[in-house]
């Protein structure tokens, strides 16, 4: 079972109570990772709008988690 890193921003941060935490998961990808999230922290966003990236790198949504590895969703920026 994957021991993750998870970093939330903006909206994300907001609905999650924080900006950060470490995570055990027995999800195989990112996008069953997000599912998982938005059952535990009430996410609102769908994955459609949102970029990954995993160990600074932006990946796609079918890519494998390994132990160790740092996560981080980027919501959509609105600009002013």
């Known amino acids: 079972m994957p021991h993750i890193e998870l970093a939330y921003f903006a909206l994300l941060r907001e609905q999650a109570h924080t900006d ?5 998961t027995d999800a195989t990808s990112l996008s069953a990772l997000y599912g998982q999230l938005q ?9 459609s709008v949102l970029r ?14 390994h ?3 740092s996560v981080v969703f980027i919501p959509p920026v609105n600009g002013g």
């Open 20 to 24: 950060s935490e470490r995570l055990d």
């Open 67 to 69: 132990d160790g590895d």
């Open 39 to 47: 059952d535990r922290h009430g996410f609102t966003l769908p994955a």
């Open 52 to 65: 990954v990236a995993v160990n600074d790198r932006f990946c796609s949504w079918d890519q494998p988690l």
